[in-house]
């Protein structure tokens, strides 16, 4: 559900709108069109609508949500960042309506439903591909293994929770720590680091492969060493249970047998 508005031709949010505003002229931000104001009465987040019907793929939106963006913004303008809400980034005849947007290069995802892994990686492409950099902000653990794909990709999962932002450790964290540890310069330097251990780790398991491999050559060459000794050995015994083979005595013995 539409959170912003445009009135003369300055941003509004719903969470201020009054009955009085009714008679306002708001329009879309996205596409321009007219908008009409929604003041339930019931546990409805306030929001905005279009007068046509369009939607924009909106979906319905909790107060979780709404809370965790307007927070976010707020924190955001606080350090003195430009930033605006749920803002629409067009690429090649699509767009998609980011959540939050920092500096005007820093897309905010701010998750508190259920989404799919696929869904997750196309939303995440469509900003890297366009050179923003992405925070993905979870409102709930384990959202169906999204956590763990997210440190796949980011080596760090964000959770806001009541006014605080934590790490999947609980380490407590601000919103300039989330723009740091999301940088490309910092997850590059992140997945060298990664790369280089991943390349030890398989040097190791080489190195254990070739010596498991020459400690079962060598027990294999001791066992057939054993087996050509003990054939000999029977080989030495005569059909009558006799050892055929000369025994050689010392020369001392043999002198004194003659």
Same mark, same amino acid.
């Given at each position: 559900?539409?959170?912003?508005?445009?009135?003369?031709?300055?941003?509004?949010?719903?969470?201020?709108? @009054?009955?009085?505003?009714?008679?306002?002229?708001?329009?879309?931000?996205?596409?321009?069109?007219?908008?009409?104001?929604?003041?339930?009465?019931?546990?409805?987040? !306030?929001?905005?609508?279009?007068?046509?019907?369009?939607?924009?793929?909106?979906?319905?939106?909790?107060?979780?949500?709404?809370?965790?963006?307007?927070?976010?913004?707020?924190?955001?303008?606080?350090?003195?960042?430009?930033?605006?809400?749920?803002?629409k980034?067009?690429?090649?005849?699509?767009?998609?309506?980011?959540?939050?947007?920092?500096?005007? @290069?820093?897309?905010?995802?701010?998750?508190?439903?259920?989404?799919?892994?696929?869904?997750?990686?196309?939303?995440?492409?469509?900003?890297?591909?366009?050179?923003?950099?992405?925070?993905?902000?979870?409102?709930?653990?384990?959202?169906?293994?999204?956590?763990?794909?997210?440190?796949?990709?980011?080596?760090d999962?964000?959770?806001?929770?009541?006014?605080?932002?934590?790490?999947?450790?609980?380490?407590?964290?601000?919103?300039?720590?989330?723009?740091?540890?999301?940088?490309?310069?910092?997850? !590059?330097?992140?997945?060298?680091? !990664?790369?280089?251990?991943?390349? !030890?780790?398989?040097?190791?398991?080489?190195?254990?492969?070739?010596?498991?491999?020459?400690?079962?050559?060598?027990?294999?060459?001791?066992?057939?060493?054993?087996?050509?000794?003990?054939?000999?050995?029977?080989?030495?015994?005569?059909?009558?249970?006799?050892?055929? @083979?000369?025994?050689?005595?010392?020369r001392?013995?043999?002198?004194?047998?003659?």
């Amino acid at each position: 559900m539409p959170q912003r508005a445009i009135l003369n031709g300055e941003s509004f949010y719903a969470w201020n709108l @009054k009955e009085p505003d009714r008679k306002s002229e708001f329009t879309c931000p996205t596409c321009g069109e007219p908008f009409v104001i929604v003041l339930p009465s019931l546990d409805i987040v !306030k929001h905005f609508r279009h007068k046509s019907g369009a939607s924009h793929d909106w979906k319905p939106e909790t107060q979780a949500h709404l809370n965790m963006k307007r927070d976010l913004m707020d924190l955001a303008l606080s350090y003195g960042y430009p930033c605006e809400l749920e803002v629409k980034i067009p690429h090649e005849g699509v767009y998609r309506i980011a959540d939050i947007l920092i500096q005007e @290069k820093i897309v905010v995802e701010c998750q508190c439903s259920r989404i799919s892994i696929k869904e997750y990686e196309e939303r995440t492409r469509f900003y890297q591909d366009n050179n923003y950099q992405i925070i993905w902000l979870l409102g709930d653990r384990g959202t169906t293994g999204l956590d763990l794909r997210i440190h796949q990709d980011f080596f760090d999962v964000f959770y806001y929770f009541e006014d605080n932002i934590d790490n999947d450790e609980g380490t407590a964290l601000t919103l300039k720590d989330l723009i740091y540890l999301t940088s490309e310069s910092i997850l !590059k330097e992140k997945r060298e680091v !990664k790369k280089a251990q991943l390349a !030890k780790e398989h040097l190791i398991e080489s190195k254990i492969r070739i010596l498991d491999n020459r400690l079962k050559k060598e027990h294999i060459r001791s066992q057939e060493q054993e087996r050509i000794q003990s054939q000999d050995w029977r080989n030495s015994w005569g059909a009558n249970g006799w050892f055929t @083979k000369p025994i050689i005595l010392p020369r001392r013995m043999r002198a004194r047998l003659k």
